[in-house]
């Protein structure tokens, strides 16, 4: 740092030059953009010059005073671009670059030193770094660099929000709410806070912690899938943290938990956290606070590097009170919230979703397309889908089992109403002295078709198969499977 001092006037002198009269610079080599640079550096009047300097261009900027804060606001700021000085104490700005390259790969970081040489600029590039700018800097060139830096790397998030957009849906659909729904997952992508997802069984909470994973600084390593309602309560540690061989009885082997699993650079993805033991909370609190684990059986420290990303079908702050899930947990957990909404309430996006699932149907079975009627997509509209769009999927499933080229309102019918569904159709009054009568056939055929049904999902669509299944004759199994699905069949003789 000492030559830059001794170079720090003529530096300051640049820099009040183009605080006073560089405007027409700055918005030549800028334009409108906007973004975030984050300035790592231990000289204190170093941050102020660049702050200066940058201060009209319509650019925000972070400071850090040395390496490992500078790493922690770049996971968690998001910036668009880095101005990084080599020589400080601790963590130098080459370990420092390597790290964030390693976590960021499309970060462009600006070295900045008052040690410059050939060799210096080369081992910078070649470690990953955007540019080499040598103090005492030309404010234009800084300028220069910042802006080719910035627009670089809003290119990339553009890219990014685009592949990002159309991955959520072509599996979600193109609703106002998964748009609003992509917003949130845009939000938070690139940065590494803890996300706590929030979504009904079945609304897609995988998807989203997929997307984040995939399209964020850590998409390289591994993502890490935890059941939490899995787990059971005495093998937390062992399943968490991992077990050395003979820690107990039956550890025959070494064993890595899901925390070492992830622990270079991956994410952790805990589902259904809710339902984690108190003893699984505690645990979980006292790694992401110290970030560092113990294999049962071993004193030896394991520094983990990973972001957690949690799911829940329930809102964890109502069980708060009543001690079923640790505040101070939730707060760790839930530092973003992205809620996903369920199926009822964006309809518009259950045809887009219907034929989805009826085409991925056709490919399991091997059979040319299957189409589904309008009468049928209204009755699957007016469904609440308590399950959200994985139960729309089992019932498409299922009806292209029955349909031949179309699936119909009486095959939809059927398969809701196997399942108990609030979209039954409403049977046909009967005299009160053929209500036993009636019941009890209605019983038999709910019975017959769903072994029909069921014999066939066994058999893949193979309905000769099936009919060996039942143990009945093929010419019988056709009858049975028409009569019992086809719509206009109100019973099993036959008769509308």
Not at 149 to 176: F, K
Not at 282 to 308: M, W, Y
Not at 324 to 332: A, C, K, N, P, S
């Amino acid at each position: 740092m000492s030559l830059w001092r001794n170079a720090w006037s003529d530096q300051r002198t640049f820099a009040r030059a183009a605080i006073g009269g560089g405007a027409i610079a700055r918005g030549a080599i800028l334009g409108e953009t906007r973004g975030t640079v984050l300035v790592i550096d231990d000289d204190q009047d170093m941050r102020w010059a660049i702050r200066n300097i940058l201060a009209d261009t319509g650019i925000d900027v972070a400071e850090a005073g040395a390496g490992m804060p500078g790493i922690e606001i770049a996971a968690r700021c998001a910036p668009d671009a880095v101005l990084l000085d080599i020589r400080m104490p601790g963590i130098d700005g080459e370990e420092v670059l390597r790290r964030l390259k390693h976590h960021h790969k499309d970060l462009p970081v600006i070295v900045v030193t008052a040690h410059g040489t050939i060799s210096g600029a080369i081992d910078a590039i070649r470690a990953g770094a955007f540019e080499y700018i040598t103090k005492p800097f030309r404010n234009d060139r800084l300028l220069d660099v910042v802006g080719r830096a910035v627009l670089r790397h809003r290119a990339l998030a553009i890219a990014t929000t685009a592949r990002v957009r159309g991955a959520i849906t072509s599996v979600m659909g193109n609703s106002d709410p998964v748009q609003l729904l992509v917003d949130q997952i845009e939000a938070v992508m690139g940065t590494d806070y803890s996300v706590l997802i929030r979504g009904e069984t079945g609304a897609g909470k995988e998807v989203v912690a997929r997307c984040l994973h995939e399209n964020g600084p850590r998409a390289a390593h591994p993502l890490v899938v935890v059941d939490c309602g899995s787990v059971v309560d005495t093998l937390i540690d062992s399943e968490f943290f991992g077990h050395e061989k003979g820690a107990y009885t039956g550890a025959t082997n070494r064993h890595r938990g899901w925390f070492e699993a992830a622990a270079k650079g991956g994410t952790l993805f805990l589902d259904e956290i809710g339902n984690l033991s108190p003893t699984g909370q505690k645990a979980l609190l006292r790694v992401l606070e110290e970030r560092v684990i113990h294999r049962v059986g071993s004193t030896t420290p394991i520094s983990i590097d990973v972001r957690v990303i949690a799911a829940t079908n329930e809102a964890l702050e109502d069980r708060i009170d009543s001690a079923g899930f640790r505040e101070d947990l939730f707060f760790r957990l839930a530092e973003y919230v992205i809620v996903v909404p369920p199926l009822r309430t964006r309809r518009e996006d259950i045809e887009f979703l219907a034929r989805r699932f009826l085409d991925q149907a056709r490919d399991s079975l091997g059979r040319p397309r299957i189409d589904i009627t309008p009468a049928a997509l209204d009755l699957l509209r007016g469904y609440d889908w308590p399950g959200n769009a994985r139960e729309l999927r089992s019932v498409l499933r299922r009806a292209a089992l029955v349909a031949s080229d179309a699936v119909a309102v009486a095959q939809v019918a059927f398969c809701l109403t196997g399942r108990g569904s609030r979209a039954a159709p409403p049977t046909r009054p009967q005299p009160d002295g053929m209500a036993l009568r009636g019941r009890v056939r209605d019983k038999v055929r709910e019975v017959e078709r769903d072994a029909v049904v069921e014999a066939l999902e066994r058999a893949g669509g193979n309905k000769a198969e099936a009919a060996r299944q039942l143990g009945i004759d093929y010419k019988t199994y056709r009858t049975k499977l028409k009569t019992l699905t086809e719509p206009g069949r109100a019973d099993g003789n036959g008769r509308s």
